[in-house]
C-alpha cells in the first residue's frame, strides 16, 4: 500500500529487522507516523558540516574532518557554533520499495538546535533512499544555545513511505472542502500556505528571540529553566517586527492546523523570494494534530525563523512557508495527541518543553 508508514506497520519492520538498534528499540519511540532516532554514546567533534557522497561512507569521511571525539556516557557539553557528528543507536536494512525521511523533533528544533540525518553513500541531509542499508548518524549544532547531551536522547525522528504519496494542489483542495485544514481561507500552492500571527488577541507579545550569551540547557530537564534567561520577549503594537540578522526567533501561525487521521505532513520553507528568512527547522506533523477527536483543536503551527543576512521586516499575515500532506499507506492505530506523550496539541505561541511555563 502506497503511503507513509502508520505506527503498526513500524512495528512489524522492527519485528523483520528491517530497523535494528542497540540496545533494543523502545515503544516510546515509535510515534504515529515516525521513529524516534536515539543518540549513541560517542560524539565526534568535526571540522565542518559533511556529506559521505556516492560510494563514501560515513566513517570513511569522519577521519578527513575529526578534531576529537567525546564519551558522552556520562553526559558532555555539545558547544554553540560547533558541529558533531553522533553515530545514532539505530540501523535500517530498508526493503527496496521503501525509503525515509528525517527531521528535527519539535523540541529541537525549538532551541535551535539543528539536527540533521545522514547515511553512508547520502547526497541529501535528512534523506534515506530506497534500499538503504546501513547505519545512521546525527550531525548536531547548536546555534543558539549550548546543550548537554547523554546516550539515548532523542532528538531527530525518521518517517519511512512506500512509494509517491504526496497530495498534489488538486487533491489538498478537495481534502480541505472535506474536512477543513485550516481554520479560514486556504491558501493552496505546491502545498498548503501558512503565515505568521503578529497580532495576537489581548496582548502585544507575539514572540520570542533567543538571547545570545547563556547558559547551557540539560535537555532531559523538562520545564525547569525560567525563559527570561534564555529569551527576550517580541513585542508589536503594529503587527510588524524587523527580523535582525542571524537571530532566531519563536513566533506562531496565524492558521489552526488540522492534519486528518489518514494524513501526515511536512513543513517546507516558503520560496525565498519572499525574504530573507529561513521558517521551521522540526518538520513533521503527525495524525491527528490539530484533530478535534484527539484534543487538538485549534493547534497552531510554531515558527521557529532565523534572519539571514539583511535586517527583514516580517508583517501580520506574510505567508511564510507551506505544509505538504502525504496519504498514510493505512489508518494508524494511535493518532498524534491521543493518549500518548504529545507536548505540543492544542499548542498557540510555546516554547520547547524545557522552559517553565509562561504567564
Request: proline share 6%; net charge negative.
Amino acid at each position: 500500500m502506497t503511503g507513509v508508514c502508520p505506527n503498526q506497520q513500524l512495528e512489524a519492520m522492527i519485528a523483520r529487522g528491517e530497523i535494528t538498534a542497540s540496545p533494543n528499540i523502545i515503544p516510546a519511540q515509535v510515534q504515529p507516523a515516525s521513529l524516534d532516532l536515539r543518540l549513541g554514546t560517542v560524539a565526534y567533534r568535526v571540522r565542518a558540516s559533511f556529506l559521505a557522497g556516492e560510494g563514501r561512507s560515513v566513517a570513511d569521511r569522519l577521519a578527513e574532518f575529526e578534531m576529537h571525539r567525546i564519551d558522552i556516557t556520562e553526559g558532555a557539553v555539545l558547544e554553540k557554533g560547533c558541529v558533531y557528528l553522533v553515530p545514532l543507536m539505530e540501523s535500517l536494512a530498508l526493503p527496496d520499495e521503501v525509503s525515509a525521511a528525517a527531521n528535527a523533533k519539535s523540541s529541537t528544533g525549538r532551541l535551535d538546535l539543528l539536527t540533521r540525518t545522514i547515511t553512508d553513500g547520502g547526497t541529501e541531509f535528512d534523506r534515506v533512499p530506497a534500499g538503504y542499508t546501513g547505519p545512521l548518524y546525527a550531525e548536531i549544532c547548536p546555534r543558539s544555545f549550548s546543550v548537554l547531551v547523554r546516550p539515548g536522547m532523542r532528538l531527530n525522528q525518521i518517517r519511512f513511505r512506500k512509494g509517491q504519496a504526496v497530495l498534489s494542489d488538486v487533491e489538498l483542495s478537495a481534502l480541505h472542502s472535506q474536512t477543513p485544514l485550516v481554520d479560514g481561507p486556504a491558501v493552496i500552492q505546491d502545498g498548503l500556505g501558512f503565515s505568521v500571527d503578529l497580532q495576537l488577541p489581548d496582548t502585544d507579545l507575539v514572540g520570542y528571540r533567543a538571547k545570545p550569551h547563556t547558559g547551557v540547557i540539560d535537555l532531559d530537564r523538562i520545564g525547569e529553566y525560567d525563559p527570561q534567561e534564555y529569551w527576550e520577549e517580541v513585542r508589536t503594537k503594529d503587527g510588524r517586527i524587523i527580523l535582525d540578522p542571524g537571530a532566531f526567533y519563536i513566533l506562531v501561525s496565524r492558521e489552526a492546523v488540522h492534519i486528518p487521521p489518514m494524513y501526515a505532513a511536512e513543513m517546507a520553507p516558503y520560496l525565498a523570494m519572499v525574504g530573507e528568512f529561513r521558517v521551521h527547522y522540526a518538520g513533521f506533523f503527525d495524525p491527528g494534530f490539530g484533530h478535534a477527536e484527539a484534543g487538538g483543536a485549534g493547534s497552531r503551527g510554531v515558527l521557529e525563523v532565523r534572519c539571514h543576512e539583511a535586517p527583514f521586516v516580517l508583517e501580520h499575515g506574510q505567508v511564510v512557508g507551506r505544509l505538504v500532506y502525504e496519504k498514510m499507506a493505512e489508518m494508524p492505530t494511535q493518532l498524534y495527541g491521543a493518549g500518548i506523550a504529545s507536548n505540543y496539541q492544542g499548542q498557540g505561541l510555546k516554547l520547547s518543553k524545557h522552559f517553565k511555563a509562561v504567564g
